[in-house]
């Protein structure tokens, strides 16, 4: 019997959950909005081949085989999350080829990250315990928008705030403010690398840190809403007013 090749294109999924059409798809793409997981990363998958007990996955990039590549295995329960371990991480070989001789029955996801820049998932649903014929698999490899991208494309838009010291309210779009936040400042031009302050914002989402003149971009992350970035020149001559952030509904930046 000839090998069966599947290429799972661009769908999607949330990472962790497995759909069982495209029906269940959007049925659980609205539940998790109702429960305020906007945290979730979702991930692209097309068709979801069965395969046999003998997989092979081949890894690459634009197409051409991406050697030594690793990649891992998780098993998939639906409405879980993958379990912290995966079950089987594997080397792809000079050719870009990964193989798996013996699975259970089950659903998998197997993922691949080689850079940071660069990130691949691959859904599949072990069916037939026929392990004679491998099933061959191809994990297409995409770049994914990592924080420098998005720090460095804030800086380039120039939106610059000047104040005196570094200190603020994080609010929604409602005016209500935001506790707990997440705050992270980072020293503008390093793409992100050079850190100066951790903190989180207090139960009436205020912040405040002591900084010295320079200039900066600041991070704000909460669960179930939007990143923001913001940047800002701390100016010591300048009138004390405090940063006015607003947090837009959505997902984190991953």
């Known amino acids: ?26 049925v659980a793409l609205f539940a998790l ?3 305020g997981r906007a945290a979730a990363t979702f991930v692209e998958v097309r068709s979801i081949p069965d395969t046999s007990a003998h997989v092979r996955i081949a890894v690459t990039l634009a197409g051409k085989p991406l050697r030594r590549a690793k990649v891992a295995i998780y098993p ?35 993922t691949a990250h080689p850079r940071e820049d660069l990130k691949g998932n691959l859904y599949f649903r072990v069916a037939l315990s026929d392990i004679g014929n491998p099933t061959m698999l191809t994990m297409e490899l995409a770049r994914v928008t990592t924080l420098a991208d998005v720090i460095s494309a804030s800086e380039a838009k120039g939106d610059v705030e000047r104040v005196g010291t570094f200190s603020g309210v994080v609010r929604d779009v409602s005016g209500a403010s935001i506790p ?5 400042v980072m020293r503008r031009g390093t793409m992100g690398q050079t850190f100066v302050a951790r903190l989180k914002s207090g139960a009436a989402g205020e912040f405040r840190a002591k900084l010295n003149a320079g200039r900066y971009v600041a991070m704000f992350q909460a669960q179930g809403f939007m990143t923001r970035i913001v940047t800002f020149d701390i100016v010591p001559v300048m009138n004390t007013r405090d940063l006015d952030v607003v947090l837009g509904v959505g997902e984190q930046t991953e």
């Open 33 to 35: 909005a109702a429960v």
């Open 76 to 110: 998939v329960i639906l409405g879980q999350a993958d379990p912290v371990r995966p079950r089987f991480v594997l080397r792809a070989n000079d050719r870009g080829m990964v193989e798996l001789r013996t699975l259970p029955a089950g659903y998998y996801h197997a």
């Open 1 to 26: 019997m000839a090998d069966r090749v599947y290429k799972v294109g661009e769908g999607w999924i949330e990472a962790g959950c497995w759909p069982w059409s495209r029906l269940g798809v959007w």
């Open 180 to 184: 707990e936040v997440s705050i992270e």
